[in-house]
């Protein structure tokens, strides 16, 4: 879909700052060549995986980044920390100790062990049954 949002954009365009139609029109040639004409995909795919493993070290860090600049507008209250801390804890901890979830079917084991789910979840949960702080 062309209105669909990638979180490797976010990290690509943070870390070029470059958000022009014309260069991802470029990007599709080159993918399109690479495609249809084998030598260009060979040398994209001769790549090493050093290269392309600290490209993705750093665009994912970018995403990370970008998440914590959104979390710095935010007020940090009492509330809003404990909804934060709650919701990447039980993220967090759902991702490093998978064995927890073992009980659910297949399906809902790879979805509450991806991290998203259980965060976004948690996160719009708390967020609508947390009372409001009172402003002194």
């Not at 490209?55 to 009492?78: E, P, W």
Request: aromatic share 6%; proline share 5%.
């Amino acid at each position: 879909m062309p209105n669909t949002s990638y979180s490797q954009n976010v990290g690509v365009i943070s870390l070029t700052g470059i958000m022009s139609r014309h260069v991802v029109t470029i990007g599709a040639v080159v993918l399109i060549l690479a495609a249809f004409v084998p030598k260009i995909g060979a040398v994209i795919s001769a790549m090493p995986y050093a290269v392309l493993g600290g490209g993705a070290v750093v665009m994912f860090g970018m995403i990370a980044s970008a998440g914590l600049n959104l979390l710095g507008d935010v007020k940090m209250n009492r509330r809003n920390m404990v909804i934060i801390a709650v919701s990447l804890g039980v993220g967090l901890g759902l991702k490093a100790e998978p064995d927890v979830v073992q009980i659910f079917p297949s399906w809902a084991e790879m979805m509450l062990t991806s991290g998203l789910l259980p965060v976004a979840f948690l996160s719009i949960l708390l967020n609508a049954i947390l009372p409001q702080e009172d402003h002194i």
